[in-house]
């Protein structure tokens, strides 16, 4: 994150604009830089754009020009083989299949855990096996009996199959036990030190994470507040831990909301050549996947 220029981030967003919709704007001039083997606290309220952020990086909407949001110094969104290849994997609070007649659904079908693991190819046997074994998983698990818990191994051991050099992380430990939360914190860990791979992990769980992190990102209704090494976090030299650092932070956007007028005088939005374009970042015309 010390490195303000994309070719030396992992991943480098500039100047990024999206919205939901005509009017206002989640994110607006927004940037980031995140340096490689970077293991990255993305810290934020419920609705401060946290999920977005990571879609967005993952490539699933597309975001202004190809040198708005750069991951391993290719386009996010138009450079497909990021993900083809593994390189750029997400791993997200869902798990779902696309059904034709429905939507998407919960992916928990009748059929073993062991059929989904081993029906992955060009995958490194050593790694499958690993994987299975640091996530506790029962190859005869069938998915429509298991918990949550047992089922989100599962959607990580899947998602982890193939190395990758950048990883996404959406709240995918909410669903594990303490032990098996930490163990896969030490993977990852070893994915970062041994390999130079760069992670991204937003979470409302903080226990032990002051020792995990090296860097955190902490927005704020679609702004980045603070891009920081952990160990230079000020903060933490008059708080006992990281959870109390992130609570101060929050109680303080709380107090900001209570105080605000209940019915603010209205503003003129700032005009960007977007504005009138078609091909405005919108949810009415979006460009998903």
Not at 27 to 56: E, Q, V, W, Y
Not at 193 to 214: K, N, P, S
Not at 242 to 271: C, D, F, G, H, Y
Request: charged share 25%; glycine share 6%; with cysteine.
């Amino acid at each position: 994150m010390e490195d303000d220029k994309s070719n030396g981030s992992s991943i480098h967003v500039n100047g990024m604009q999206f919205s939901y919709d005509s009017q206002t704007p989640l994110f607006f001039d927004f940037n980031l830089n995140i340096s490689p083997a970077s293991r990255c606290l993305l810290i934020g309220a419920n609705g401060s754009g946290k999920t977005t952020l990571l879609k967005i990086l993952a490539g699933k909407h597309m975001v202004g020009g190809r040198d708005v949001v750069k991951v391993l110094n290719f386009s996010a969104f138009h450079d497909t083989h990021l993900v083809c290849n593994g390189d750029l994997a997400y791993l997200g609070e869902s798990w779902n299949k696309f059904v034709g007649s429905a939507g998407e659904v919960p992916l928990q079908g009748d059929f073993s855990a062991e059929h989904m693991i081993f029906g992955v190819e060009g995958v490194d046997p050593a790694r499958r096996e690993k994987l299975i074994e640091l996530l506790d998983i029962d190859l005869q698990w069938r998915m429509h009996k298991v918990s949550d818990g047992q089922r989100r191994r599962v959607q990580i051991c899947l998602g982890l199959l193939h190395p990758f050099k950048v990883l996404l992380l959406d709240e995918v430990t909410v669903d594990l036990d303490v032990v098996a939360r930490m163990d896969l914190l030490d993977f990852f860990k070893a994915e970062c030190e041994q390999r130079g791979a760069t992670i991204v992990y937003a979470t409302h769980i903080f226990d032990g994470l002051e020792t995990w992190a090296t860097h955190l990102v902490y927005i704020q209704d679609g702004v980045n507040r603070k891009t920081e090494k952990l160990s230079e976090l000020t903060e933490l030299k008059s708080y006992p831990n990281l959870l109390s650092v992130v609570k101060s932070w929050l109680r303080s956007e709380t107090k900001i909301e209570k105080n605000k007028p209940l019915n603010p005088p209205s503003q003129v939005a700032k005009s960007t050549p977007f504005d009138s374009s078609p091909f405005r970042s919108s949810r009415h015309m979006a460009y998903y996947r």
